[in-house]
């Protein structure tokens, strides 16, 4: 496993230092992002590709009032109704086979143990859940949705376009978060946002700048002789 340190003998460049240096950031400063920021960051992101150049993104961008309503809503949905609502689509495989499963074990001794949460407390550990609603304090968040027609080549089309959204927004000094917590709440979500039946919810991205600046990535990375062979190449 490495961290954020470049393995040795590879030198990075200005776009993977954004790559490198965006993390899933759970805690945000109140300072505001101006919507010309949110069109920028959009209007880059749309140069994400996509298999025949369909774009299968659409997103909903709240700030404000309109997103403090959204968060009160899905905080009482959670907080009264938890069990009556769930995701349209499966995120994990119920059995995580290995290396899967490891990692997310490590994802959570590691995550609850940086909050100080024991991961068998789960009145904190949905405390913490509850956080997501409200965008972890930031103050841009966004609902991102695609049409239910289409197949799972699109769902990676919208991984490519969610990802450009990051970094163009860590590319502006922002931090952010991918939820995916935000899908089960789909049918709150689909009343107060117009959502069209066609459309599924998929995830939130928080946006804004992180209440600590010093804080950074927690989670750690195999390497990439885990994941890639290479083969035909001269030394
Ligand atoms: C599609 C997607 C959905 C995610 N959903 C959530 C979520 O609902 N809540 C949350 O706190 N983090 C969520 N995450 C963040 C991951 O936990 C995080 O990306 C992972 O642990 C790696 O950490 P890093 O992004 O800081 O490198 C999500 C990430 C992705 C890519």
Redesign the pocket.
């Given at each position: 496993m490495i961290g954020a340190g470049a393995a040795p003998g590879l030198e990075r460049n200005c776009i993977d230092e954004i790559i490198v240096g965006?993390?899933?950031c759970?805690e945000f400063s109140s300072v505001a992002v101006a919507r010309r920021t949110v069109e920028q960051i959009l209007d880059v992101a749309r140069f994400a590709p996509s298999g025949a150049n369909i774009q299968p993104w659409h997103v909903y961008a709240l700030a404000g009032a309109a997103k403090d309503e959204v968060s009160a809503s899905l905080l009482r949905a959670h907080e009264d109704a938890r069990n009556e609502h769930t995701s349209e689509y499966k995120?994990y495989a119920r059995d995580l086979p290995d290396p899967y499963l490891d990692r997310r074990q490590e994802?959570g001794r590691l995550?609850y143990g940086s909050l100080g949460i024991a991961q068998t407390d789960a009145e904190a550990r949905s405390r913490q859940t509850a956080k997501?609603y409200a965008f972890f304090g930031a103050p841009v968040g966004l609902i991102v949705t695609i049409d239910r027609r289409l197949e799972v080549g699109s769902w990676l089309d919208l991984?490519m376009f969610?990802q450009n959204v990051m970094l163009a927004a860590a590319g502006r000094g922002l931090q952010s978060?991918?939820?995916?917590?935000?899908a089960k709440y789909h049918k709150v979500l689909r009343s107060l946002l117009s959502i069209p039946a066609e459309q599924m919810v998929v995830?939130?991205i928080s946006i804004g700048h992180a209440k600590d600046p010093t804080t950074g990535?927690?989670?750690p990375?195999a390497d990439a002789e885990a994941f890639a062979s290479f083969k035909g190449f001269e030394n």
């Open positions: 965006r993390f899933a759970r995120y994802f995550f997501n991984g969610i978060c991918p939820q995916e917590t935000f995830c939130g990535r927690l989670m990375r």
